[in-house]
């Protein structure tokens, strides 16, 4: 009889330290799941902010308040929940110090935060970290609070006639490459009529 009441007491306590070792489990994946979400979030946001920059002379959008680059970045990312932390329910920040920058004028973008997280993320272990897009569009979370940057002062005239001659400049060797290939094509087309072959 007392064998039999160890079996069973032996036989649950087993079962209860599966049903807990079952439970911490899965709380521990729903931090990193959560952190997933959140990192998907950002490296949506990130390429949707480098399609833009491709499409605007190679230039940030105005990043003084998350609503300026939401409001640019419309019609590149569809749905407005990439913009918020599903963990904090937050507005991602962008770097002011970015707004209306050349990415040319950007030293390392691998290494300059271009959006963060407005407020931390706690591990199972209670420690706090950051989930940050950078400027070449890659994502990762750091345990130091990323700092923003000071606001870039608006290009000035001189900036943007030096953009519109780089850009006349591209064009101009893009229409001569296309002249060339135009006559290419009309002797091709002369030389076949002639010949027949």
Do not use: F
């Not at 939401?70 to 749905?79: C, T």
């Amino acid at each position: 009889m007392a064998l039999r009441c160890l079996r069973h007491t032996a036989g649950a306590l087993v079962a209860a330290a599966l049903i807990c070792l079952t439970a911490a489990a899965l709380l521990g994946q729903a931090r990193p799941r959560e952190n997933v979400d959140c990192l998907s979030n950002l490296k949506q946001y990130a390429l949707g902010m480098l399609m833009y920059v491709q499409d605007y002379d190679e230039r940030m959008p105005p990043m003084v308040k998350p609503e300026q680059v939401q409001n640019r970045l419309n019609p590149y990312i569809k749905n407005r929940a990439v913009y918020v932390c599903p963990v904090t329910r937050t507005a991602y920040l962008p770097n002011p110090a970015l707004s209306s920058r050349h990415l040319a004028a950007i030293d390392i973008p691998a290494r300059t935060l271009m959006l963060r997280d407005a407020l931390p993320h706690t591990d199972a272990a209670g420690r706090k970290y950051w989930n940050v897009a950078y400027a070449d569009g890659h994502v990762a979370s750091v345990t130091s609070e990323p700092r923003l940057g000071k606001p870039a002062p608006p290009p000035t005239a001189q900036d943007r006639v030096r953009a519109l001659q780089a850009e006349i400049k591209q064009l101009r060797l893009q229409r001569a490459r296309l002249d060339a290939r135009i006559a290419a094509l009309e002797r091709e087309a002369a030389r076949l009529k002639r010949t027949g072959k």
